[in-house]
């Protein structure tokens, strides 16, 4: 979020991985967040301060987290058929990890659904590898 912040309004840490001439991180993962605050900045500028700072976490990422969740339903029902399907909701509700990382600003739950998501589309392309 510091490498979004730093990009949209100009201050923010910069970790020695993004002052390399060419860096070794990314920068997919910082873009989500610096549409997020460009969205903010132009539709909800009057509580900015507030979307900044929490929107990430209580919006952005739990957004992710419920698309996830969708494509891994709907991959596991069209695989496993109706009957799996309450095994896999109970499997990713159930547990610590499940409910508490995939809301995380973390660059693993974005990998994670960006995982789910390619799975998901490329199962049910009919696409065989």
């Known amino acids: 979020m510091e490498i979004a912040h730093s990009d949209t309004y100009g201050t923010g840490f910069r970790s020695w991985e993004w002052t390399l001439p ?3 991180r990314s920068p997919v993962f910082p873009a989500l967040f610096s549409l997020w605050y460009r969205v903010v900045d132009t539709f909800f500028s009057e509580w900015q301060s507030v979307l900044v700072a929490h929107g990430p976490r209580l919006i952005v990422m739990p957004l992710l987290a419920t698309l ?4 891994t339903l709907s991959f596991y029902t069209k695989h496993l058929k109706a009957r ?3 095994w896999v ?4 509700f159930a547990t610590f990890a499940g409910l508490n990382l995939p809301t995380r600003t973390l660059a693993n739950s974005f990998e994670a659904s960006l995982f789910i998501t390619a799975l998901h589309f490329h199962l049910n392309s009919g696409v065989s590898s």
């Open 22 to 24: 060419s860096p070794i």
């Open 68 to 71: 996830m969740d969708w494509f």
């Open 84 to 86: 799996g399907s309450i």
């Open 89 to 92: 909701i109970l499997a990713s």
